[in-house]
Nanobody, 118 residues
Framework: VQLQASGGGLVQVGGSLRLSCLAS????????MSWYRQAPGKQREFLASISRGGSTDYSANVEDRFYIYRENRPRSMVFLQMDSLKPEDTAVYYC????????????WGQGTQVTVSS
């Protein structure tokens, strides 16, 4: 199984980015998929998750600015639309996916850097 995140970059305050994560290697697809981030010197922070059926959950820090959605066919992908970006959103963003066969098994992507400049 491999998760490949992309879409990060440098953006000005107030701008937008869309992160993408392609999950491959499971013929059954994936269960809950999520986004996390980690800023320098801080712990990894949950941002948003979406179940296989489309139910979503957000951190209160981002729920009014970020939007998560996913595709299950033909490929398993999860996206994070980020609007009204702030300097404090600067971090490495990671995608996460849970196995659909065993919810004790999870997978992480390699991370994509988002830098918001003021």
């Amino acid at each position: 199984v491999q998760l490949q995140a992309s879409g990060g970059g440098l953006v000005q305050v107030g701008g937008s980015l869309r992160l993408s994560c392609l999950a491959s290697g499971s013929v059954y697809g994936f269960g809950t998929m999520s986004w996390y981030r980690q800023a320098p010197g801080k712990q990894r922070e949950f941002l948003a998750s979406i179940s296989r059926g489309g139910s979503t959950d957000y951190s209160a820090n981002v729920e009014d600015r970020f939007y998560i959605y996913r595709e299950n066919r033909p490929r398993s992908m999860v996206f994070l639309q980020m609007d009204s970006l702030k300097p404090e959103d600067t971090a490495v963003y990671y995608c996460y996916a849970r196995s659909v066969l065993d919810d004790r098994v999870d997978y992480w992507g390699q991370g994509t850097q988002v830098t918001v400049s003021s």
